[in-house]
């Protein structure tokens, strides 16, 4: 399964984004999705993730109430709506698949297969 991820660009603090995963080479449907991001010099943190039937969604506490993730298996898709953007929140945004359970959600090595990322920077 390839992850392309897109959406990320320069924003202000308080404005919206929504980032989209594309996938293909296989279907996504039987993966859990997950949201990740990083900063230099940091380790790659854990922002959301969903399970494979959409049903079950968890948070970073950082983003939880501003950020929302959702999924369409139908068109092989995943997307992270991130309302009242913080400086904080710049980073570059992973896309992730794997058949993770509710213990590794958020855990990286759950998530087998990656995206290249997509830059947010949120000025201040």
């Known amino acids: 399964v390839q992850l392309v991820e897109s959406g990320g660009r320069w924003v202000q603090a308080g404005d919206s984004l929504r980032l989209s995963c594309a996938a293909s080479g296989g279907t996504i449907a039987r993966y859990g999705m997950g949201w990740f991001r990083q900063v230099p010099g940091r380790e790659r943190e854990f922002v959301s993730a969903?399970?494979?039937?959409?049903?079950?969604?968890y948070y970073a506490d950082a983003v939880k109430g501003r950020f929302t993730i959702s999924r369409d298996n139908a068109k092989n898709a995943v997307f992270l709506q991130m309302n009242s953007l913080k400086p904080e929140d710049t980073a570059v945004y992973f896309c992730a698949a794997g058949p993770f359970i509710t213990s590794t959600a958020r855990n990286k090595d759950a998530h087998y297969y990656w995206g290249q990322g997509t830059q947010v920077t949120v000025s201040s």
């Open positions: 969903i399970k494979a039937n959409g049903g079950t969604t």
